[in-house]
């Protein structure tokens, strides 16, 4: 991947994806809940996962190969974004975060109603893991292993699950406090956030980037890299979403967030630091022009 220019890679990757999206849900019997599950597909989206899919991919093999493996790479970022677009169309939910718009536009269940959203988001969920069986059945097994893995209790649903209060949960800070006496709360909110935002944001990075080198052959200690780097940029993109909620809105209410915990020059200091761990853990890739710039793209991004 000699003079490597991400604008030209992100564009055209960004259609391609749009494509399979949109194609995916033509031509089904049930023309209606077709045309619900294409809504939240067509208002928008940076395509981030199913990128990363195709980038840890080229960055694991030759350009000979790339092409060879990638009708596979599709199938996985098909269903990444797939399980990425239920869990959007679900977070808004009433019962959920009842959120009123999703990317500037109307959310689902505003455009149709709770119970075709909740429909929606589950279609969308299981069609993942109907594209996911494009794949060869020696690549089958293991890719449902860990979509299962990343998506559900022990991923990002399980993050969902601390969000929620469900499971853990943040311990209750008395704002009149004064902070001498609050560090054990503090440091217990402090890693809670790091367990919410693993699980609930980071968990589909790294899924994303592990199905790409899966699809390259990469098996066991040799997912490692791609592990860090998936956990790293899941963490850095995470921040850069409190960095960028801080610019926009600095209002002290709502939930605990890492600006609010640790102030803002710390948190762009921890996103600084997790881009630097990202790119040291694919060092020794053969290809990682794609997969560092997606990293800068998500880690310092300003949308
Ligand atoms: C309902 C099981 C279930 C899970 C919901 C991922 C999630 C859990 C909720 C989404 C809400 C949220 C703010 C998650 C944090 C991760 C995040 C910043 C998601 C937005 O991802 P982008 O910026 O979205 O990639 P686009 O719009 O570009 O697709």
Redesign the pocket.
């Given at each position: 991947m000699s003079g490597f220019h991400f604008e030209e890679w992100y564009e055209q990757h960004h259609t391609h994806i749009e494509n399979l999206l949109i194609n995916h849900f033509e031509s089904l019997n049930m023309a209606n809940m077709g045309t619900a599950c294409q809504y939240p597909l067509r208002t928008?989206?940076?395509r981030?996962r199913p990128m990363l899919v195709y980038a840890a991919l080229a960055a694991c093999t030759s350009d000979l190969r790339y092409q060879t493996l990638r009708p596979y790479a599709d199938a996985c970022a098909l269903a990444v974004e797939l399980i990425?677009t239920y869990?959007?169309v679900?977070?808004d939910l009433p019962c959920?975060d009842n959120d009123d718009t999703r990317?500037g536009h109307p959310t689902v269940h505003r455009i149709y109603s709770e119970d075709v959203a909740v429909l929606v988001g589950d279609a969308l969920l299981t069609e993942a893991f109907g594209a996911l069986c494009e794949l060869p059945t020696d690549l089958l097994k293991k890719a449902l292993r860990w979509t299962t893995h990343y998506a559900g209790i022990n991923g990002?649903?399980g993050?969902?699950s601390i969000d929620i209060g469900f499971e853990g949960g943040f311990p209750y800070i008395d704002p009149e406090e004064p902070l001498e006496t609050q560090s054990e709360r503090r440091d217990q909110t402090i890693n809670t956030l790091y367990a919410l935002h693993k699980h609930?944001?980071g968990a589909l990075i790294e899924l994303a980037v592990v199905l790409g080198g899966h699809i390259a052959g990469l098996q066991g200690i040799d997912l490692i890299p791609l592990q860090n780097f998936g956990q790293a940029v899941g963490l850095g993109?995470?921040l850069a979403?409190d960095i960028l909620d801080a610019e926009e809105d600095a209002a002290p209410e709502g939930p605990p967030s890492f600006v609010k915990m640790l102030g803002i020059d710390a948190t762009r200091k921890l996103a600084e630091e997790q881009w630097q761990l990202a790119l040291k853990s694919i060092d020794s890739f053969k290809n990682p022009a794609a997969l560092r710039s997606l990293a800068a793209f998500a880690v310092k991004r300003s949308h």
């Open positions: 928008g989206g940076k981030f990425h869990s959007l679900h977070d959920m990317r990002m649903l993050g969902q609930k944001t993109f995470q979403d």
